[in-house]
């Protein structure tokens, strides 16, 4: 079809060639959005070693970054709504208004709004997302946006919760402090999100600025001194040390795990030779690849419907103290279930549930208690119940 010296064609020729190329580049990309989907669904950019889609996307398939970031963000919403990788195909959808429908598809109503944006232009449905879900917009009913530039520099538009006067203040007193790096309001912002991570990552792997130079011994299996962390961390050189099939190793820093290479529950000990710093994606993947896809993905839909419930201001209520001795085996299994994102209370009623007093196998221990958390609508909501003493 592309062969041929173009300037020979007639006009209607040509023009019919161009709309039948546009249709079949909304098809392609229709397919290669629902194909991102299913590569993410099953892993298999984690396996190579890339920490996210986005990381694959880049290395593997070559996108640009912005055009990576769009067809990550729609392919996630047509997992969960699969009629929109049709509405692209047909062009009813263009790929920038689904882009706008990713925050809300998944709310009540998010359906619903996908038919209504079918042919309405991306400001057409960003009017639509505003005025159905207005708080998931600012007060002043804009909706955050970051978005990639071509030369790969990002553009965020953010509405901060603040007086306009209170910020005026607070640029005058930067370009006071420092007049040219005052002025440079990106490079600020950047750095003080950076600030915050490293804050936050310093906490988790006690990083302490001066650590303490005689740690106490450590009194459970599962409990990682911070002396113990901190070499790991160091030994790791700060990022993921997960390495894929093809010999690439992650080097993620994003959102750092530590993860037994034995899980505790297969008897793993918590000593350096057996722990190894992972991203949160490599550590979920690792713990798929032990404890088999349907558990973990259990535990990632109990956290989401948890999350889901916290933020709809519901409070899980905090069960009454449970006075009965538990196994060591027992606990272990709380604790894994701890560390998988469990609270503790469906930690607790799990163990409790599977009946593992007789059981000495702790994989079959673990796999017990995973199925004695049930589907994820069984997790009970109990209005704020608390139990009254006498
Ligand atoms: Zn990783």
């Not at 006067?165 to 950047?190: C, I, K, T």
């Not at 993620?252 to 899980?263: A, G, K, T």
């Amino acid at each position: 079809m592309l062969e041929g010296d173009l300037t020979m064609l007639r006009d209607e020729e040509l023009l019919a060639r161009l709309r039948d190329l546009a249709a079949f580049d909304r098809r392609t990309s229709a397919a290669i959005i629902a194909h991102l989907g299913e590569v993410e669904r099953r892993g298999l950019h984690l396996s190579m070693g890339n920490s996210s889609m986005f990381a694959y996307c880049r290395e593997v398939l070559g996108f640009s970054r912005d055009v990576a970031y769009k067809r990550i963000k729609v392919a996630r919403m047509a997992r969960e709504c699969p009629e929109v990788v049709g509405h692209l195909a047909s062009g009813a959808l263009s790929v920038a208004s689904a882009m706008v429908l990713t925050p809300v598809a998944r709310e009540p109503g998010g359906r619903a709004l996908i038919n209504e944006a079918l042919g309405r232009s991306r400001r057409e449905v960003e009017e639509l997302v505003v005025a159905r879900f207005p708080d998931r917009c600012s007060p002043r009913g804009e909706l955050d946006r970051v978005r990639v530039l071509a030369d790969g520099r990002c553009r965020l538009e953010v509405t901060i919760g603040v007086d306009a006067s209170v910020m005026d203040e607070l640029l005058e007193r930067a370009r006071a402090v420092d007049p040219q790096g005052g002025n440079e309001l990106g490079a600020m912002v950047h750095a003080a999100i950076e600030a915050w991570v490293s804050e936050r990552e310093r906490r988790r792997f006690a990083q302490a600025r001066s650590p303490q130079k005689h740690p106490r011994p450590t009194s459970t299996r599962d409990h990682i001194p911070a002396q113990l962390r901190r070499e790991v961390f160091a030994r790791d050189g700060g990022c993921c040390a997960f390495v894929g099939e093809s010999g690439k190793r992650c080097e993620s820093r994003h959102q750092l795990e530590i993860d037994h290479v034995v899980p505790l529950a297969a008897g793993g000990l918590a000593v350096a030779d057996n722990l190894r710093l992972l991203c949160r994606a490599h550590n979920r993947h690792a713990a798929r690849e032990v404890l088999g896809r349907e558990q973990v993905d259990m535990g990632k839909r109990h956290r989401e419907t948890r999350n889901e419930m916290r933020n709809r201001r519901v409070k899980l209520s905090s069960a009454p103290t449970s006075t009965r001795s538990v196994s060591r085996l027992e606990s272990e299994i709380e604790g894994s279930l701890k560390r998988l994102g469990f609270m503790a209370i469906e930690a607790r009623e799990a163990v409790k549930r599977a009946g593992l007093r007789s059981e000495h196998d702790p994989a079959r221990a673990m796999t017990l208690a995973l199925r004695a958390l049930g589907p994820p609508k069984g997790v009970k909501v109990v209005a704020s119940v608390r139990s009254r003493p006498g």
